[in-house]
């Protein structure tokens, strides 16, 4: 609640001096330069961008990894397995950052003539390993806590063990695996680092995932560790765009609850 207050109360003043409608839908983010302009829109397309990206990878793969480690893998592969991916997510997000912008990157512009050394489409990828673990752990949790009555069940129909996956358990641990999906869209959106390192933090209008961008969480690393005076309107920017990241988030985990909710309605 006092987070809340703080980013209310702190954002007051700003949109005393800057219209919403600007703020909204402007189209230009220079609140630093000589000629300020305040619209925040380059900065959540660049947020969505890397998300995307990064949930494109992560929801797929963590999701399959969840499966074969519930249904197929033995026993002590599946207990070796799951630890080594915990660990994953134990890495220093700096560490993704780095691997992204001198790793990554050089490997796809091998492939894309046209990458930008700063862009989207690396540190959204970089992103998206990095939550596999909490997406894979949480599912595999969900699907191991399905009663087994319910997979045998459907063997006796004669699913296989595929079908059963897909078809059976996949619906019966679908409010586990929306919590799952839910931490890693939040993950993903309020990532900071690997944004800040290798997607070049230029708040370019764009939906080029080849070119720089800046997230809002970058941003708000910028001017936190920059030379913006305290309770100007450029510092204060950062507390309105901390209210935009809270919705953005507080969205998506609506988006869950009303998910769950349905398919507990169907099922």
């Not at 399905?146 to 059963?164: C, D, H, N, W």
């Not at 309105?240 to 985990?253: C, D, Q, R």
């Amino acid at each position: 609640n006092m987070i809340l207050f703080i980013l209310f109360y702190e954002s007051f003043d700003f949109f005393k001096k800057v219209p919403l409608k600007e703020f909204f839908l402007g189209t230009q983010w220079t609140p630093l330069f000589a000629d300020p302009k305040f619209g925040i829109l380059p900065l959540v397309l660049g947020t969505l961008i890397t998300t995307i990206i990064a949930l494109s990878v992560a929801l797929p793969v963590g999701l399959i990894t969840a499966i074969y480690l519930s249904e197929y893998a033995p026993y002590k592969f599946r207990e070796t397995v799951k630890p080594v991916l915990e660990l994953l997510a134990a890495v220093p997000t700096v560490v993704y950052g780095y691997f992204a912008l001198l790793f990554l990157t050089p490997i796809l512009q091998k492939f894309i003539p046209d990458l930008s050394t700063f862009n989207a489409l690396s540190p959204g990828i970089i992103m998206g390993i990095m939550i596999v673990p909490y997406v894979s752990s949480v599912s595999e949790d969900a699907l191991k806590a399905v009663p087994m009555q319910i997979r045998e069940g459907s063997y006796a129909l004669g699913a296989t063990k595929f079908q059963t996956a897909i078809k059976v358990l996949i619906p019966s641990a679908f409010s586990g695996i929306a919590a799952a999906f839910i931490i890693g869209i939040s993950r993903a959106i309020g990532e900071t680092m690997v944004v800040a390192i290798a997607a070049g933090m230029m708040p370019n209008f764009t939906l080029n995932p080849l070119e720089p961008v800046q997230t809002i969480t970058s941003y708000i690393v910028q001017v936190s560790l920059g030379d913006v005076p305290h309770g100007t309107l450029e510092y204060r920017t950062i507390f309105a765009a901390g209210i935009v990241l809270f919705f953005m988030t507080l969205f998506f985990n609506i988006i869950g609850y009303f998910l769950r909710s349905r398919i507990r309605e169907k099922y």
